[in-house]
């Protein structure tokens, strides 16, 4: 029989989970993911939590991340410090008893400083996994065990017990900020792109930046979204002369099309944050803030469209 490690202390159990620690090549997908995602970077701290034989936690140190790892059973003497990012990959779903399911996703999380992503198998795999009935799951000829959990299930038991709002990244994988600031910035980049802003080293390319800003955006910026370089080379530019110029110089059309391409990003990001539950108007990024005064009379008239309001 195999034996589950607690935190602590050991007991029996009836399936063999280290036996689920697959060996990759790659990446696994929910860490591709969250470097796509620019959840980690290089200059993020990341605990792999449960790391089986610890592939990601390899690549990632390759790549010039800050990674740690620890496993019960590949590397019980793993350090576990409070990190950026935690890892909790395909733990939760090899994990048979409930209250101990419970107890690692609150471990993790109380280690979490900043997001914490977690990811399971789901339910649609259930013909490739061959076995019996157990517990909540399927028990394998391998005496293996795996809760392969619905989409919707996971969202809402990782938010039963982190006591936050969750954001489903993918299928199967979920995050979880500890700042709601930074988990509507997070729905906010999926649906509005930054701006990738022109560089500028006087006056007259400064203008032609925010100029390309406007057309693409439908507004003009603010002062709170312009790169340091950008005012630096304005100087000492009066916004109502900035403002002036900024009419001669942009195309009309172009403008339009922003706006409405704006418009329609502001609705977007508004059904996803209900999707998500809805905040208050002061905790949404600054840009959508700017984005719904410009192209909305409010806040509730913005969120009217998509049937926001209760």
Not at 224 to 236: F, Q, T
Not at 247 to 271: H, M, W, Y
Request: with cysteine; hydrophobic share 40%; charged share 30%.
């Amino acid at each position: 029989m195999g034996k589950r490690v607690v935190v602590g202390t050991a007991t029996d159990w009836d399936s063999e989970r280290r036996l689920t620690a697959i060996a990759r090549r790659a990446l696994s997908v929910p860490v591709r993911t969250a470097l796509a995602e620019s959840q980690i970077e290089a200059d993020t701290t990341v605990l792999d939590y449960g790391c089986g034989r610890g592939d990601d936690v390899r690549a990632l140190s390759e790549l010039g991340v800050r990674v740690r790892g620890w496993d019960p059973v590949y590397f019980p003497h793993g350090e576990r410090d409070p990190s950026d990012i935690v890892l909790l990959t395909y733990v939760l779903n090899v994990i048979e008893d409930s209250e101990e399911r419970d107890r690692t996703l609150r471990q993790a999380w109380d280690l979490t400083k900043r997001v914490l992503i977690v990811s399971t198998r789901l339910d649609w795999e259930r013909r490739r996994v061959v076995g019996e009935e157990f517990s909540d799951g399927v028990l394998t000829s391998r005496k293996t065990f795996q809760h392969l959990f619905a989409v919707h299930e996971l969202r809402r038991y990782v938010q039963e017990i982190t006591k936050v709002r969750c954001v489903s990244a993918a299928p199967g994988i979920i995050y979880a900020f500890r700042s709601d600031s930074d988990r509507l910035a997070y729905l906010a980049r999926r649906i509005i792109p930054d701006e990738n802003w022109q560089e500028s080293h006087d006056p007259t390319s400064a203008v032609a930046a925010i100029v390309t800003f406007a057309e693409q955006r439908g507004r003009s910026p603010k002062p709170e979204e312009m790169p340091a370089h950008i005012l630096d080379s304005l100087g000492n530019l009066k916004n109502k002369e900035l403002q002036r110029l900024i009419r001669a110089a942009v195309d009309n059309q172009q403008v339009r099309e922003g706006a409405k391409r704006s418009t329609l990003n502001t609705l977007l990001f508004l059904a996803l944050e209900l999707f998500n539950g809805r905040g208050r108007f002061s905790s949404l990024p600054v840009a959508v803030q700017f984005d719904i005064r410009a192209f909305f009379t409010s806040y509730t008239e913005a969120c009217t469209p998509v049937g926001l309001l209760v």
